[in-house]
């Protein structure tokens, strides 16, 4: 579990909201359709400032991620130096576990008392549930939150997703697992059951080009992701069945 602001993750919390954003104006919509906490996709942004002011506006906490181009983003190779006047605004860092730059990012963060959720994203296919726990579990000697991305190929690799979720919640870890893909649209909403602490959602009525650029595998990285909105809307159905 850990605190951001006056936000709560892991835990008995329940899954809280994640508005991406990357452009002027998207940080107050953001707040407007219920987003707990703003991801900052820096890689994706033509108007930094711009997003950076709003940010100034808000009271939510964010995740600032400069996504590599092997996981799906779009950052240039100096990501450190981009880091550093970005870092004021951040509540927490994402930062790739397999990156070659992991380490000095790291450190970076800790310089500025930030603490870090370590990513790993399968654009490929989802792996095997012992590869997936693997993951997870040095991931989670890294960082302060692990988020772990595998994209749904089939409709059998849903139970082995679930199944890690559940495995890793019982060692206490505090997670997001995030079915990408066409296949795993259905049961982002439900993830939070099965322990997963953030809930990954566009900012809009339809998700732009940019949220699911071409990485180095050729892979779209975000396919599947629904809007905020309908996630708050899915999160509230949820909670009055139980």
């Not at 452009?23 to 890689?43: H, K, S, T």
């Not at 994402?94 to 790993?120: K, N, Q, V, W």
């Not at 795993?184 to 699911?212: A, C, E």
Request: glycine share 10%.
């Amino acid at each position: 579990m850990i605190q951001l602001g006056d936000v709560i993750i892991g835990g008995d919390e329940g899954p809280k909201i994640v508005g991406v954003i990357y452009e002027p104006g998207q940080a107050r919509q953001a707040v407007e359709e219920g987003a707990d906490i703003i991801e900052f996709r820096a890689d994706l942004a033509d108007d930094t400032n711009g997003v950076l002011r709003d940010l100034d506006e808000v009271s939510l906490p964010v995740i600032l991620t400069n996504r590599r181009v092997e996981e799906g983003g779009n950052a240039a190779l100096n990501r450190r130096e981009q880091l550093t006047p970005l870092i004021s605004y951040a509540s927490i860092v994402d930062i790739e576990l397999m990156a070659p730059d992991r380490d000095d990012l790291i450190a970076e963060a800790a310089t500025h008392g930030r603490p870090t959720l370590l990513s790993y994203h399968d654009l490929d296919g989802t792996p095997a549930e012992a590869a997936m726990l693997e993951i997870v579990r040095t991931a989670n000697g890294y960082g302060d939150v692990v988020k772990l991305a595998v994209t749904i190929e089939h409709l059998r690799d849903v139970p082995r997703v679930l199944d890690v979720s559940l495995a890793v919640r019982e060692e206490g870890v505090t997670f997001c697992l995030v079915p990408m893909g066409a296949l795993g649209s259905h049961i982002r909403p439900l993830m939070g059951i099965y322990g997963s602490s953030l809930l990954y959602g566009y900012v809009g009525k339809h998700i732009s080009p940019k949220m699911r650029p071409y990485g180095f595998t050729g892979k779209r990285a975000s396919p599947g992701m629904l809007s905020v909105s309908r996630l708050k809307r899915a999160i509230e159905e949820i909670r009055s069945w139980q």
